[in-house]
């Protein structure tokens, strides 16, 4: 198990806001992905972040129509109610190929409850990401060393 600091931003960050469709559904497809191998439920909320940025809000409703319980890393200081943040930031993004992202998982619940102050690293890696047939789909995982 490894730690590290809580990730702050701050209002003056700028605002990730998705290009294209494509971008979209890649980042909804690894947070996806992300909860299923955490074994989250619909009732943890997670609070995330795209390339070190508050999400739009475009991007976290996207995430909620698609039944994903998300908020913007942003708003974690201010109400503690995230128990997992996840950082995605991509590495690469060819729309008519692929795209490489990668992840950082930190469980937030000790600091939440005033036990800790950092968080705990759960995952760190990279997904790989194949657009075939006009339909994206995870391809691979791989963990940081």
Not at 55 to 65: C, H, I, N, T, V
Request: charged share 30%; with cysteine.
């Amino acid at each position: 198990m490894s730690t590290c600091f809580a990730f702050l931003l701050t209002s003056a960050e700028k605002t990730y806001s998705p290009k294209s469709g494509d971008e979209i559904e890649v980042l909804s497809l690894v947070l996806k992905s992300e909860v299923v191998a955490n074994k989250w439920t619909k009732r943890d909320l997670i609070c995330f972040s795209v390339d070190q940025k508050d999400p739009s809000p475009k991007l976290a409703g996207a995430f909620r129509q698609q039944d994903l319980n998300v908020c913007s890393s942003a708003e974690w200081p201010k109400k503690f109610n995230c128990g997992f943040e996840v950082r995605m930031q991509f590495v690469s993004l060819d729309a008519s190929q692929g795209a490489r992202v990668h992840v950082e998982v930190q469980d937030l619940r000790e600091i939440n409850a005033g036990e800790g102050h950092i968080a705990v690293r759960l995952r760190d890696g990279e997904y790989v990401v194949r657009k075939t047939d006009g339909k994206w789909s995870i391809s691979e995982y791989v963990p940081s060393k």
